[in-house]
């Protein structure tokens, strides 16, 4: 039941990247499906999660620029990242979470580089 996470990349200030993660998992198997980050030296932070009923949640670091969307399919729940006007404290490796009630699982990670 781990997600998989594509997207991640290098890119300069102000530029954008979308982030995608793939889930097994339906509507209603999957209560919630969002990205965190760690960024070197720092702790696993919360970056943005969408609930089945379509709620989301930002951290305050990226209200305004980010934004999560989830695509529910018969099998797959994909929740995408559109991240815009990225700035250096955005590097990190984002990974994708999907909580099914019970229990959780996280993706390997993806690798996101901003520079200055």
């Known amino acids: 039941l781990q997600p998989v996470e594509s997207g991640g990349g290098f890119v300069q200030t102000g530029g954008s990247l979308r982030l995608s993660c793939a889930a097994p998992?339906?509507?209603?198997?999957?209560?919630?499906i969002g990205w965190y980050r760690q960024a070197p030296g720092k702790q696993r932070e919360l970056v943005a999660t969408?609930?089945?009923?379509?709620?989301?949640?930002?951290a305050d670091s990226v209200k305004g620029r980010f934004t999560i969307s989830r695509d529910n399919g018969k099998n797959t729940v994909h929740a995408t990242l559109q991240k815009n006007s990225l700035k250096p404290e955005d590097t990190a490796v984002y990974y994708c979470?999907?909580?099914?009630?019970?229990?959780?699982?996280w993706g390997q990670g993806t690798q996101v580089t901003v520079s200055s």
């Open positions: 998992g339906t509507l209603f198997s999957i209560y919630v």
């Open positions: 979470n999907a909580y099914y009630g019970e229990s959780t699982y």
């Open positions: 969408i609930t089945c009923g379509g709620r989301t949640n930002y």
